[in-house]
């Protein structure tokens, strides 16, 4: 992997920062996340998208690297690892989620598979020619579903003492300040402005529910109860 430590030769310098924070806002969020799973013993993660969260972190870890720069390159990194351990809690905890009978009885089964074809996918959709440099297009039709899923499974989970609040910001503020980059890095892809707006809008959603229900921006009120 030979690249600079941060890509300011084809990148606007703007851009690069907007991004570079919102990689590291979402590696706050995966840390939060993983202390969450340890002190809860549920995980937040959409059990039906984390083989695809999981599977193009790896892919563009591994086999691609953003070109912005060894220092994204790392942080892509950074989040796979702590993922690593995230979907391992999905494995063991994720039929705490709301599902069917018949989904938890082929859930490890449904995770592996999920997951090995969205390594392929991700893998494919940049050897075709339809990502950019840095994953935005795949990574972001990801994100879409995963902002989606969480809306969801807010609604059907009882206990909101479940959900962090530390962890739906971090995780807005980084897709927000990420597709702040976008604008900068591809002016003309409106395609992924759309997919990056979007999210960000079902991210400020799910914290306005969550407050709602919460009664506070910034905290958890409720000690774990039931999940339905």
């Known amino acids: 992997m030979n690249q600079p430590f941060i890509n300011f030769a084809e990148y606007n310098t703007w851009g690069l920062i907007f991004n570079g924070v919102g990689c590291l806002f979402w590696v706050v969020a995966y840390v939060v996340l993983v202390w969450e799973i340890r002190k809860k013993k549920f995980v937040e993660m959409p059990a039906y998208i984390a083989g695809a969260n999981i599977g193009w972190e790896f892919v563009w870890s591994f086999i691609y690297h953003p070109d912005t720069g ?99 910001w971090s995780r807005m503020l980084g897709t927000g300040l990420i597709t702040v980059s976008l604008f900068f890095f591809y002016p003309d892809s409106q395609f992924v402005q759309l997919l990056g707006i979007s999210c960000l809008l079902m991210d400020c959603v799910f914290i306005y529910i969550l407050f709602k229900r919460h009664g506070m921006l910034f905290g958890s009120l409720k000690r774990i109860e039931n999940v339905e």
């Open 70 to 168: 060894l220092l994204f390159s790392l942080s892509y990194q950074a989040a796979f690892l702590l993922d690593c351990y995230i979907f391992y809690s999905v494995m063991k905890y994720g039929t705490k989620q709301p599902m069917g009978a018949e989904t938890k009885k082929y859930f490890i089964w449904f995770l592996l598979i999920n997951f090995v074809f969205w390594i392929l996918f991700t893998h494919f959709y940049n050897q075709d020619g339809h990502d950019t440099a840095i994953g935005a297009n795949s990574g972001y039709i990801i994100n879409v579903i995963l902002s989606l899923q969480c809306i969801f499974m807010l609604f059907h989970v009882k206990d909101t003492g479940l959900f962090s609040m530390l962890l739906a």
